[in-house]
């Protein structure tokens, strides 16, 4: 089955409200990485947390590796944070990284 | 630092044709990851290099895909006889290596048509 499950699988927001984002998954990890993608974009890294909690401008991720979850968390959204957001893990079963299928959101003025 | 380069940055095949992609990680990586990124199978993993030697390449369909890494500096993702299934972006990011301590970098990619 899927070893990364990304939810909501869409999220449109009026820019100024908070989003949180989440990954499941059903294997262990090494490590944890979030990505952003504009469409037609690149994969631009938010944050690599194997564990714990990161900041960073008004982006927050938080692993919790007993509980098999990591989150990532937007406030006072903006029109320019659209786009997809992806998470990957390193399992430390393969030692292959497995990415989620994504969130795509969207943030109305 | 350039980060990761891929090119070219678009290519166009005629189905049967043959496609070259290639990816040069960023000065002092050791892993190299290929992946192809499609709207209906989203990120898919191919293969990956440690050192420049082949680890895993069960993502890599086996027919028709082969990569190599020949040097530290570049590596190639070869599609012969391309199928427009084979359309997607490809996708190639390094590493200072595998494992709970090393993050991986993305190159911009290099969006694949095949008609």
């Known amino acids: 089955g899927q070893q990364v499950q990304q939810s909501p699988a869409s999220l449109v927001l009026q820019e100024g409200e908070n989003a949180e984002l989440q990954c499941n998954f059903s294997t262990s990890l090494n490590s944890m990485q979030w990505f952003y993608q504009r469409p037609g974009g690149s994969l631009v890294s938010l944050f690599y947390?194997?564990?714990g909690t990161k900041h960073s401008g008004r982006l927050t991720s938080t692993t919790v590796i007993k509980e098999r979850r990591s989150s990532l968390h937007i406030s006072s959204s903006q029109t320019t944070d659209s786009g997809t957001y992806l998470c990957?893990?390193?399992?430390?079963?393969?030692?292959?990284?497995?990415f989620g299928t994504g969130t795509r959101l969207q943030v109305l003025p | 630092n350039a980060g990761v380069i891929q090119t070219p940055r678009h290519k166009v095949t005629g189905k049967g044709q043959e496609a070259t992609l290639w990816c040069e990680p960023i000065?002092?990586?050791?892993?190299v990851f290929w992946y192809r990124q499609t709207i209906v199978q989203g990120l898919e993993f191919l293969t990956y290099?440690?050192?420049?030697?082949?680890?895993?390449d069960s993502g890599m369909p086996k027919e028709r895909f082969s990569a190599q890494m020949p040097n530290q500096s570049h590596s190639t993702l070869k599609i012969q006889s391309t199928q427009p299934q084979d359309s997607a972006v490809y996708l190639c990011?390094?590493?200072?290596?595998?494992?709970?301590?090393?993050?991986?970098?993305f190159g911009p990619g290099t969006r694949l048509t095949v008609l």
């Open positions: 990011a390094s590493s200072r290596g595998l494992g709970s301590s090393y993050e991986q970098y």
């Open positions: 000065s002092g990586h050791s892993a």
């Open positions: 947390n194997p564990s």
């Open positions: 290099f440690r050192n420049q030697a082949p680890i895993d």
């Open positions: 990957a893990l390193d399992s430390s079963n393969t030692n292959k990284v497995v």
